[in-house]
């Protein structure tokens, strides 16, 4: 039904690398410097970076040219002179970088003013969500570029190392996020979540104990309130009793356990992944319309079209609705909200990867079974099976689309 962070990709597959492509030429193999766009994300209150000024220093010492839309890094506290130190020529707009740059590195799925923008044999480095997104999806494969997602990039042990990243993040501030809009001035319940001695602790439901409910439960935990974490693979479910014993409640995840722990739960985190695919909806409208007024769900699965049948995708300027009187806080790029720390930890990972594309092209790719796993479009195909087939695509194997 759905898997955790911990075990969801056991398969393995193969890596490429880009050209330097100008429109209607062929990628570049990795010979030659190549030439990288740093746009400023234009999302609804997107603050984060692609390229922090440490990342954009690191490229141009493997010989590349960084070109920074003005004010790109201003949300991470990094200003147009920061990044001139770094080696990065500074252009006045989106435009210049689109149409200068051999690889795009962004942090957000491209708008559809940016969508316009790509070329075939460009290079896309970003996240993308595709599955839930079928506009995105066909403007991606109208464009002809190269499009590698972050969250697909797999690793050793079958991870999402550069999806891990931001789950950390949104891990822990979905509990910080819940914990606020139970305050009554919000139109929550009015409880404390670790509650105070003599009066009872508010009830956390935890869905997926992957890296998202890990850092959920972390936080949760350690706040004090009363934690229940349901998954449907048993190691993860024994690791988090091993490390946090009768502090934390571990449950197999079933249909009626489900609806028994979310219908009595102040707050519920959705915490679930596919890899690649539209997250399924794990608590419907039912489940929903039983849970206590004031109560508050979290959906950190939005950007993967959610885990709540009764989610949609909402920003920082308006992140929350009610439903039946439950506030869903449903905000897509929630680590948007703090991006200075988003920022450094999203470079932190995505940093080799992203050297490995300047210096190799899709050469990188087709040597690099990680990377293969990350390219979900390639000249007009779907080289992502999950993307394919929720969006009634025909897959083509990646090696083959990059032969």
């Known amino acids: 039904m759905y898997e955790s962070l911990s075990d969801h990709i056991n398969a393995e597959r193969p890596f490429v690398r880009g050209s330097n492509l100008k429109s209607g030429t062929e990628l570049k193999t990795g010979e030659d410097p190549m030439i990288i766009g ?67 590195v962004k942090v957000k799925e491209p708008q559809a003013v940016e969508r316009a923008m790509l070329r075939p044999g460009q290079l896309l480095f970003t996240y993308l969500h595709l599955a839930p997104d079928p506009d995105q999806t066909a403007d991606l494969v109208a464009s002809g570029a190269t499009c590698i997602a972050y969250e697909t990039v797999t690793d050793n042990q079958g991870r999402l190392p550069l999806l891990a990243p931001m789950s950390r993040v949104a891990g822990r501030m979905a509990i910080q996020a819940g914990a606020h809009y139970l305050e009554a001035p919000q139109g929550g319940e009015g409880l404390l979540l670790g509650g105070v001695p003599g009066v009872a602790p508010a009830k956390v439901t935890v869905i997926g104990g992957g890296v998202v409910g890990e850092n959920a439960i972390e936080m949760a935990v350690g706040l004090g309130a009363d934690v229940t974490v349901l998954d449907r693979s048993n190691d993860v479910l024994d690791q988090l009793n091993k490390r946090y014993g009768t502090r934390l409640r571990t449950i197999y995840s079933t249909r009626s356990a489900l609806t028994e722990y979310v219908t009595d739960s102040d707050l519920v985190i959705g915490a679930v992944l596919v890899a690649g ?39 920082h300027e308006d992140p929350v609705y009610l439903v039946d009187e439950v506030t869903h806080y449903c905000v897509a790029n929630m680590p948007g909200g703090v991006p200075r720390t988003s920022a450094y930890a999203l470079n932190n990972a995505t940093l080799p990867f992203t050297i490995a594309l300047a210096n190799q092209g899709l050469d990188a790719v087709r040597q690099n079974l990680h990377l293969m796993h990350g390219l979900n479009v390639h000249a007009g195909q779907i080289t992502e099976p999950a993307v394919a087939e929720a969006l009634g695509y025909d897959f083509v194997d990646p090696a083959t689309a990059l032969s």
Do not use: W
């Not at 954009?56 to 201003?74: C, K, R």
């Not at 109560?295 to 949609?312: L, M, R």
């Open 38 to 104: 740093l746009p400023k994300e234009i999302k609804n209150l997107e603050r984060r970076v692609g390229l922090t000024p440490d990342s954009v220093a690191e490229l141009v010492g493997h010989g590349h040219d960084v070109i920074v839309e003005t004010l790109a890094g201003i949300g991470i506290g990094a200003d147009d002179d920061a990044y001139r130190h770094s080696g990065a020529e500074i252009v006045e707009t989106p435009a210049e970088v689109f149409e200068r740059a051999e690889m795009v």
């Open 277 to 315: 695919a539209e997250a399924p909806k794990l608590v419907n409208k039912e489940m929903i319309s039983q849970m206590r007024p004031g109560s508050v769900v979290v959906d950190v699965a939005i950007d993967q079209g959610g885990c709540f049948e009764t989610s949609k995708a909402t920003t």
